[in-house]
C-alpha cells in the first residue's frame, strides 16, 4: 500500500492510529492515512465503514476515541471547536454536503457570503464581491446569483454549493457524493469542474462517492475502507487490478465495473 508516484515533502493530512467507538462498536481500529496536498483523493468503502465518520473526524465535528489527526503538521485530535486556533485550521478547510445544505430562506449570493459574514472582518462590499467571484468561478452567471435555491435546478444547486465551500480560499475540501442525483451530462460537466478547479487553486480534494465515471475521470487515488482500517491506498489504476483486496476488485470488475474500466482505460 501506498503511492510512491509523488514526492511531496510535507503531508496536509495525517490520521495515525486513529480508533473510533460508539458503544460498544469500533467504527475505526488503528486506522492510518497519509493524504499529500494537490491531488484528489477518493475514499470508498462499503456501508457502515466510517468514510463519513472519518471526514466528521478531521473537521473535527467529531470526537475521537484513540490516536492522533494532524492538518498541515499541526495536531487537531485534541482541539476545541469553539477554540480560536481551532477556528483558524477550520477556515482552511471546506466541506460540500451531498444535498447541499443550502439556506432556503437566503438567495443564492447569501448563501456563499455566509461563511465570509462568519470568519471574516471584510466589509460587507468586499464579503458581496468576493462571493460573486466564487460563484462565477463554479459557472454560474451573474443574473443567477439573486435567485434563491428552490428557483434551481440540481446541477446549479450543486455549483452554488461548491462557491460556498471554497469562499474562505481553503487548502482542503471535502465533497460528499458530489454527483448524486445529477444526470450524466451534468455529472460529467461537474467532474469538469472539479478538477478543473482543483488545478487552478492548487486544492488537495477529498472525495466521498462511489460513482465510477467520477473515480475513473478525475481522482488521482483510491483509499478503500475496509475491517475497520483503510485496507488499500494507491491510484486508480492499482485498485482497479487489486485482487489482494476482493471486496475492492469486484467493486470494479463487476459487470458495470468493467464497462467504466474499459471505457477509461482503452
Given at each position: 500500500?501506498?503511492?510512491?508516484?509523488?514526492?511531496?515533502?510535507?503531508?496536509?493530512?495525517?490520521?495515525k492510529?486513529?480508533s473510533?467507538?460508539?458503544?460498544?462498536?469500533?467504527?475505526?481500529?488503528?486506522?492510518?492515512?497519509?493524504?499529500?496536498?494537490n491531488?484528489?483523493?477518493n475514499?470508498?468503502?462499503?456501508?457502515?465503514s466510517?468514510?463519513?465518520?472519518?471526514?466528521?473526524?478531521?473537521?473535527?465535528?467529531?470526537?475521537?476515541?484513540?490516536?492522533?489527526?494532524?492538518f498541515?503538521?499541526?495536531?487537531?485530535?485534541?482541539?476545541?471547536?469553539?477554540?480560536?486556533?481551532?477556528?483558524?485550521?477550520?477556515?482552511q478547510?471546506?466541506?460540500?454536503?451531498?444535498?447541499?445544505?443550502?439556506?432556503?430562506?437566503?438567495?443564492?449570493?447569501?448563501?456563499?457570503?455566509?461563511?465570509?459574514?462568519?470568519?471574516?472582518?471584510?466589509?460587507?462590499?468586499?464579503?458581496?464581491?468576493?462571493?460573486?467571484?466564487?460563484?462565477?468561478?463554479?459557472?454560474?452567471?451573474?443574473?443567477?446569483?439573486?435567485?434563491?435555491?428552490k428557483?434551481?435546478?440540481?446541477?446549479?444547486?450543486?455549483?452554488v454549493?461548491l462557491a460556498?465551500?471554497?469562499?474562505?480560499?481553503p487548502?482542503?475540501?471535502?465533497?460528499?457524493?458530489?454527483?448524486?442525483?445529477?444526470?450524466?451530462?451534468?455529472?460529467?460537466?461537474?467532474?469538469?469542474l472539479?478538477?478543473?478547479?482543483?488545478?487552478r487553486?492548487?486544492?488537495?480534494?477529498?472525495?466521498?462517492?462511489?460513482?465510477?465515471?467520477?473515480?475513473?475521470?478525475?481522482?488521482?487515488?483510491?483509499?478503500?475502507?475496509?475491517?475497520?482500517?483503510?485496507?488499500?491506498?494507491?491510484?486508480?489504476?492499482?485498485?482497479?487490478?487489486?485482487?489482494?483486496?476482493?471486496?475492492?476488485?469486484?467493486y470494479?470488475?463487476?459487470?458495470?465495473?468493467?464497462?467504466?474500466?474499459?471505457?477509461?482505460?482503452?
Open positions: 500500500m501506498g503511492i510512491g508516484k509523488y514526492n511531496d515533502p510535507k503531508p496536509i493530512i495525517e490520521i492510529n486513529l473510533t467507538r460508539f458503544d460498544d462498536v469500533w467504527v475505526h481500529k488503528n486506522l492510518n492515512l497519509t493524504i499529500y496536498p491531488r484528489i483523493v475514499i470508498i468503502g462499503a456501508s457502515g466510517g468514510k463519513t465518520t472519518l471526514v466528521h473526524e478531521i473537521l473535527m465535528l467529531q470526537p475521537i476515541t484513540e490516536g492522533e489527526i494532524y498541515a503538521g499541526k495536531k487537531i485530535s485534541n482541539y476545541n471547536i469553539e477554540n480560536s486556533a481551532t477556528k483558524e485550521i477550520l477556515s478547510v471546506g466541506m460540500m454536503f451531498q444535498h447541499g445544505a443550502l439556506f432556503s430562506s437566503m438567495s443564492v449570493l447569501e448563501n456563499v457570503m455566509f461563511p465570509l459574514v462568519e470568519y471574516t472582518d471584510f466589509s460587507s462590499e468586499i464579503i458581496k464581491e468576493i462571493a460573486h467571484v466564487k460563484l462565477r468561478l463554479t459557472g454560474l452567471p451573474d443574473n443567477a446569483h439573486n435567485q434563491y435555491p428557483d434551481m435546478s440540481g446541477g446549479m444547486l450543486k455549483r454549493a460556498r465551500t471554497l469562499a474562505l480560499d487548502k482542503v475540501i471535502f465533497l460528499d457524493e458530489p454527483t448524486a442525483g445529477l444526470d450524466p451530462n451534468s455529472a460529467s460537466g461537474f467532474d469538469e472539479i478538477s478543473d478547479l482543483q488545478k487553486l492548487n486544492l488537495t480534494v477529498v472525495l466521498i462517492t462511489h460513482d465510477l465515471d467520477t473515480i475513473w475521470s478525475i481522482a488521482d487515488e483510491v483509499v478503500y475502507l475496509g475491517e475497520q482500517k483503510v485496507l488499500f491506498h494507491d491510484t486508480v489504476e492499482k485498485a482497479a487490478d487489486a485482487k489482494s483486496v476482493p471486496e475492492l476488485y469486484e470494479f470488475n463487476g459487470t458495470r465495473g468493467q464497462i467504466t474500466k474499459k471505457f477509461y482505460t482503452r
